[in-house]
Nanobody
Framework: QVHLVESGGGLVQAGGSLRVSCAASGGTFSLYVLGWFRQAPGKEREFVARMSRNGASTYVADDVKGRFTISRDNAKNTVSLQMNSLKPEDTAVYYC????????????????WGQGTQVTVSS
């Protein structure tokens, strides 16, 4: 059982930057695909980014590509999301997620979820 805890959310002005991180415990960190989803008020949860076990492959949603960067540190059991050029529409609860490896082109359906951290971008 993998336990995920997010941190680093908060309030930022449009155009600013924020970094959210996720600490994992209870499993062998390097065996899992890790990433992030988000859910805005009144909307369904949506995929943001994910990274392969060794960090060699990343997938980023089109609407954050070029602004958000995912990274992981297998030695520290952490995964982070650096968010730059933030927009009000990025306001959401951001969730860390983990799963066993999946094939390319397969819809990612994580097995493990964090409790979420709120990111609010003011205009």
């Amino acid at each position: 059982q993998v336990h995920l805890v997010e941190s680093g959310g908060g309030l930022v002005q449009a155009g600013g930057s924020l970094r959210v991180s996720c600490a994992a415990s209870g499993g062998t960190f390097s065996l899992y695909v890790l990433g992030w989803f988000r859910q805005a008020p009144g909307k369904e949860r949506e995929f943001v980014a994910r990274m392969s076990r060794n960090g060699a492959s990343t997938y980023v949603a089109d609407d954050v590509k070029g602004r958000f960067t995912i990274s992981r540190d297998n030695a520290k059991n952490t995964v982070s999301l650096q968010m730059n050029s933030l927009k009000p529409e990025d306001t959401a609860v951001y969730y860390c997620a983990a799963s066993s490896p999946i094939g390319a082109g397969v819809k990612w359906e994580p097995s493990y979820w964090g409790q979420g951290t709120q990111v609010t971008v003011s205009s």
